[in-house]
């Protein structure tokens, strides 16, 4: 069986989180490093892969996708191993809800407006956006709070054991925690302490570990 491949920078969350999906199933895979903000045009083989130009895209035998969340679900359901998604209705409705949060009111504000202004943009030697990173710290509360109230009882954010809203959710957190008002925001909510210290343990993350992490 031929190795599926990943296109994308092994800096992205969304790269990451796929990549997560696959370590966490004992999937051999290639990554193929693809950075859509070097500057300049995306390469037309990507525009190929991904017509929106952004990533990761994917291949498995001739099979392309793109969008983080349909690889993952794929990945989990074409291949052996653990399973990433509850199979009762209920658990796996909270799993997408927390897939959508993330999504559409994390990514941004928790990425973006925090980490990418207060740790990205000194590591390039260009000035933070102190108003932004203000005006993003109630959103950053709340869908912790959010994601904090949504978490069931053990050491991962559904079921007593990992899933694809915990491998989505990694890469996010891992890149929150390094502002200083990023680990703040985490240590206010100790649900999320408990769910992140057990996430940071994983082989997986060692093993995809974000080169803007140092």
């Known amino acids: 069986m031929a190795k599926p491949v990943v296109y994308g920078a092994a800096y992205s969350v969304y790269v990451r989180a796929v990549r997560l999906v696959l370590e ?95 740790v990205r943009k000194p590591q390039r030697g260009e000035t933070p956006d102190e108003a932004a990173i203000v005006q993003a710290l109630p959103r950053a509360a709340n869908c912790l709070r959010a994601l904090a109230n949504l978490a069931g009882p053990g050491s991962f954010l559904v079921e007593d054991r990992i899933g694809l809203a915990d491998l989505h959710a990694a890469p996010i957190f891992a890149y929150l925690r390094m502002a200083p008002e990023g680990g703040q925001l985490l240590a206010a909510e100790p649900r999320l302490v408990h769910w992140w210290t057990a996430m940071a343990a994983r082989p997986s993350l060692a093993a995809t570990r974000s080169p803007l992490e140092g």
Do not use: C
Request: proline fraction near 9%; charged fraction near 25%; avoid cysteine.
């Open 24 to 118: 966490e199933k004992g999937v051999d895979y290639e990554l193929v490093e693809v950075d859509i903000f070097a500057g300049g045009e995306p390469p037309t083989e990507h525009i190929e892969r991904h017509p929106f130009a952004r990533i990761p895209a994917f291949e498995h035998e001739g099979f392309q996708l793109y969008e983080s969340g349909a690889i993952s679900r794929y990945v989990d359901e074409a291949f052996p191993g653990p399973a990433l998604q509850p199979a009762e209705p209920r658990p796996r409705a909270r799993m997408n809800q927390i897939l959508s949060i993330l999504d559409n009111y994390g990514y941004r504000t928790l990425v973006w407006d925090i980490f990418v202004e207060r």
